[in-house]
């Protein structure tokens, strides 16, 4: 089924930037281990999935899927997290807001 028929189903380009900023983490990361075998590693894994990612996107999508399912709990949880916090806060009286207003801030 071709993604403009299933609105759930993520495109080619959205896979092809999700692949290239993945190559590009990993590359990064293998920089910053310095002259290793696992550096070299890393900055190979980043080059295939650059490649994979370039000229097949469609076969990052089980990678999407698996990072969204893993990522839902954590986003979901920091959300509920930041609305409770933001409940705490200490309103900010009628008099003060009129100071902030006229300092320019």
Known sequence: MAARQNPQQIGARTLRQ????????LAAAGQLLGPSPAALWLRLMGAAVFAVATVRPSALRPF??????????????????????????????????????NTGA
């Open 64 to 101: 999407h899927t698996g990072l969204m399912i893993t990522l839902r709990p954590v986003l979901w949880l920091a959300n509920w997290l930041a609305k409770i916090y933001s409940d705490r806060r200490p309103p900010v009286s009628p008099t003060r807001r009129g100071q902030i207003a």
């Open 18 to 25: 999700l692949g290239w900023i993945l190559a590009l983490g």
